[in-house]
């Protein structure tokens, strides 16, 4: 399918010069529209709604307790009695994968919340008030964005102690110098506007002009960027589970599955195989649904 290349408000236009005319829903909700146009878009949706049915029922569809060790069924291969195989103790991967859709994602949402909110709020103040609070709130998220991320992170997980609440914490640090980046960048550019200066003449104060008239116009892009890093601080939180310094043994977790299956890599590939596969289809259904929604809500579609 062609990509969209522009909107008025009777038809679509796309790469290939195709004009589609939209019924009367699509017209009102357009945007809502071509996101469902976009291939890439259907492929992340779907990824997520299977995750989240895997998340609301997935402890029913698993076969087995993911904690059970059964000692008789050591790395045994996917078989129709366990369609993952087993670990090295026995347990069933299936289960086990299946348990950890809930961690992962509420990890990945929760520490993409905190740097969502955090970020947003410093680059808001940042990017109204300007001077010597711009320059003080931005010369410091310059000393984190200097950091490597993972490194960020292990300095956070090590000041707070192994967890995956720690995990979630450091990783919300870590991601938040970036909406603060973006919001700045966006206020800077909203608070030019000549609907903020019509606010400004009639007496509104800071506050309420951030939060009612500079909020709404940044919240698209600050939403794109969250569904972007969801996948990230996923793929992150994993890592710090790997490193043994997120959720501790014997969590269903993916990055803690993938520590255990790495001394197996030649002789049962499906222990890490299995828990590196649900990560990766994770973040790239985070990753399509971010890029389609970065070129939905782009005002350079609309003509």
């Known amino acids: ?5 522009g909107v008025d408000t009777d038809d679509v236009l796309f790469e290939d010069g195709t004009v589609i005319q939209p019924t009367r829903w699509a017209q009102r909700h357009y945007r809502l529209y071509l996101l469902l146009r976009t291939p ?3 492929v992340g949706l779907f990824i997520l709604l299977v995750l989240l049915v895997a998340t609301i029922i997935g402890p029913r569809l698993a076969p087995y307790d993911p904690y059970y060790q059964n000692f ?3 790395l045994a291969p996917p078989s129709h009695a366990h369609l993952f195989g087993t670990d090295e103790y026995g347990r069933d991967i299936f289960s086990r994968v299946l348990y950890g859709v809930r961690s992962a994602l509420a990890a990945g ?3 993409n919340g905190i740097a969502m909110l955090v970020g947003a709020f410093i680059g808001l103040i940042a990017g109204y008030y300007g001077r010597w609070v711009d320059g003080l709130l931005m010369r410091t998220t310059d000393v984190m964005l200097a950091f490597p991320y993972l490194l960020l992170a292990l300095i956070v997980v090590s000041i707070l102690g192994p967890g995956i609440e720690s995990a979630v914490i450091a990783i919300g640090i870590v991601y938040a110098p970036q909406f603060a980046r973006l919001t700045r960048g966006s ?3 909203a608070r030019e506007h000549d609907y903020v ?3 400004r003449a009639l007496g509104v104060s800071g506050p309420r002009m951030m939060w009612r008239h500079i909020l709404p116009a940044v919240m698209p892009a600050v939403s794109v960027m969250a ?3 969801v996948g990230l601080a996923i793929v992150e939180t994993a890592g710090l589970s790997f490193l043994g310094l997120g959720a501790q043994p014997p969590a269903a977790d993916w990055g803690a599955m993938l520590a255990d299956g790495r001394n197996y890599m030649l002789s049962a590939q499906w222990v890490a195989t299995f828990p590196g596969m649900a990560i990766l289809f994770t973040a790239l259904g985070f990753n399509l649904l971010g890029d389609a929604l970065r070129d939905v809500l ?3 579609l609309v003509r």
């Open 187 to 189: 206020v800077l550019e």
């Open 72 to 74: 008789l069924a050591e």
């Open 109 to 111: 949402i929760v520490a």
């Open 227 to 229: 569904t972007l890093t």
């Open 40 to 42: 890439s878009a259907l």
């Open 298 to 300: 782009d005002p350079r």
């Open 197 to 199: 200066d019509a606010a």
């Open 1 to 5: 399918m062609s990509q969209v290349i």
